[in-house]
Nanobody, 125 residues
Framework: QVQLKESGGGLVQAGGSLRLSCAAS????????MAWFRQAPGKEREFVSA????????EYVDSVKGRFTISKDNAKNTAYLQMNSLNSEDTAVYYC??????????????????WGQGTRVTVSS
């Protein structure tokens, strides 16, 4: 059973930055593609970004392109989401997930098998 634990959320002013971390308890982390999702109050969980198992391919939702960067450190069993130029629309609970599919990155939460408990990000204007 793979366990994921997010950290790094908090309260930040608009225009600020945060780096989220996702630590995985698995010896095969290097073989997994990782994704970040977020869920704002009253809204559905949405895809934010994903990265391939070796870090060579990434994908972002349009609203975060140029502001967020996903990365993966296989030696540390940890994935990251660097978030810059935050605005109020980024306020949400952020979740990391492990996907078991191949090819294009799915955006549907149902395509991801393992999930963390989430970390809350609040951006004040």
């Amino acid at each position: 059973q793979v366990q994921l634990k997010e950290s790094g959320g908090g309260l930040v002013q608009a225009g600020g930055s945060l780096r989220l971390s996702c630590a995985a308890s698995t010896g095969t982390f290097e073989y997994y593609r990782m994704a970040w999702f977020r869920q704002a109050p009253g809204k559905e969980r949405e895809f934010v970004s994903a990265i391939s198992w070796d870090g060579t391919k990434t994908e972002y939702v349009d609203s975060v392109k140029g502001r967020f960067t996903i990365s993966k450190d296989n030696a540390k069993n940890t994935a990251y989401l660097q978030m810059n130029s935050l605005n109020s629309e980024d306020t949400a609970v952020y979740y990391c997930a492990i996907g078991m599919t191949y090819g294009t990155f799915p955006h549907a939460p149902s395509a991801y098998k393992y999930w963390g408990q989430g970390t809350r990000v609040t951006v004040s204007s």
